[in-house]
């Protein structure tokens, strides 16, 4: 972290049941057995246990692309080329010369896929979480997915919230943003709930509060990193500095993650 690109754990979070308008465009496309997976980057996998969802940028357009033989995976082509570069097509053996060499099954704006259920690896939410809209995505960062921890992400606190108020306005069920919220990090300063914490004392009411935002960030990034303690988990006890590689490494090792940089 700090200069030069960033080092970011890609997640594999497997499609488990595709929304009713994406089932149609992907019928036929793929194998029926194969695998689908959305991948957000993260900088903090010692969170992982707490996703309740995965964002999506909902007018972003993002691609199926596959991966090796039975997998495919959806991220921005940005994202795509550079996944190629770092050896993760055909294990290692697939170069594309040019993004349109990239193996694209087919493309879509992440609106299409909101409603479709995932698997997201630690989470207690071991039932599925679902594929929600977030308009702060960024395109040009990391693979243009965010997988949504509440309990300790400031961003996916905020917007969480306006979904469930506004559910109708987004066009998703509220049920799909109802998740429970479990503490995972205690910190001195803001308890076990560091983002909802935040959210109140910075008197932060939607996801446009972009400046106070950027301060709830710093501050949950900050406490969380060199204050905090896990208190779930495999390595709960031990602080998050410990426990941030200790968990990425698991990730790797179970192969329900890979090292992605920007
Ligand atoms: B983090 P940096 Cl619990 N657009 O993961 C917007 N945000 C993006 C993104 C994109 N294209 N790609 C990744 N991110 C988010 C967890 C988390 C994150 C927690 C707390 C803070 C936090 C769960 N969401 O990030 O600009 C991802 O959210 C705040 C630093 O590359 C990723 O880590 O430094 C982080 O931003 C990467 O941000």
Known sequence: EGIGPQEYTALKLQVKEWAPEIAEIVKGK??????????PATLRPETMYGQTNCFVGPKIKYGLF?????EYVIVTKRAAWNMAFQGHFFENGYFPKTQDELPLVLEAPGSAFVGTLINAPLSFHKEGVYILPMES???SKGTGVVTSVPSDSPDDYATLMDL???ADYYGIKKEWAEKEI?????TPTYGNLTAPALIKQLKINSPKDVTQLAEAKDL???EGFYKGTMIVGEFKGEPVSVAKD??????????DAF???D
């Open 137 to 139: 995505v960024s395109a």
């Open 259 to 261: 090292p992605f940089a």
């Open 164 to 166: 469930i108020k506004k």
């Open 220 to 222: 949950a990034y900050t």
């Open 30 to 39: 793929i194998e029926d057995d194969a695998k689908v997976f959305f991948v």
């Open 66 to 70: 596959k991966l090796k033989e039975k």
């Open 182 to 186: 479990f503490p995972l990090i205690d």
């Open 246 to 255: 200790k968990v990425r490494q698991s990730l790797y090792q179970t192969g």
